[in-house]
């Protein structure tokens, strides 16, 4: 995973890139690098389906409260909601990550590979992030400890928002982005925008 990543969506906050100078926000970046590939592996080798990333919510959760933001979780079920207030006023950004794994059995070999099986339409299947969610977590973690370390610089404020469900929930349940909505999650918090990333397979 590239630093130039996690810079990309460093710069799209509000009076991130005149408050920092590019440099120190791509020092930041390749610093915390090692940091976000690890979250990265570590959610990939634990994937969860829709409406079951209990596991991610939790893990997700506590770091954004070890950074000092308000957090709130059980969103849509299992997605989690933080909140950076910024020093000086200005616009709401809100950023947003996907949680959920893919029926899929990993046959990567890859030293992190999923092992993870769930019941997927009434029979156990195999269980992998294969659409890049595991990287989008981890790359919004990332960008929420760099901006908290620069609270007192940063004007206005940044919405967080770790999605369940997005490939769509199980067979007779609500979730995903349909259920964040109609909880008011957008009532409670008011965004002025919301930005997504996705990355590409290579």
């Not at 933080?82 to 949680?99: I, S």
């Not at 997005?166 to 979730?175: F, H, I, K, L, Q």
Request: glycine share 10%.
């Amino acid at each position: 995973m590239k630093s130039i990543t996690l810079l990309s969506a460093l710069l799209l906050i509000p009076g991130f890139a005149t408050a920092q100078a590019p440099e120190s926000a791509g020092a930041s970046a390749a610093a915390l690098q090692p940091k976000v590939i690890e979250w990265r592996r570590d959610f990939h080798r634990h994937p969860e389906l829709g409406n079951r990333e209990f596991r991610s919510s939790e893990r997700i959760a506590e770091h954004l409260k070890s950074l000092g933001l308000q957090v709130e979780t059980g969103v849509a079920h299992t997605g989690v909601v933080a909140l950076l207030e910024g020093a000086r006023p200005g616009p709401r950004l809100a950023l947003r990550a996907d949680m959920d794994a893919l029926p899929v059995t990993e046959q990567t070999g890859l030293p992190f590979a999923s092992t993870a099986t769930g019941e997927f339409r009434g029979e156990q299947v195999g269980v992998m992030h294969a659409c890049g969610h595991d990287g989008h977590m981890a790359i919004l973690l990332g960008v929420a400890e760099v901006l908290a370390e620069r609270r007192q610089s940063l004007a206005g404020s940044v919405l967080f928002i770790f999605q369940p469900s997005e490939e769509g929930p199980p067979e007779g349940e609500e979730g995903g982005a349909k259920l964040m909505l109609a909880e008011g999650l957008f009532q409670r918090y008011a965004p002025d925008a919301i930005v997504g990333l996705h990355l590409l397979s290579n």
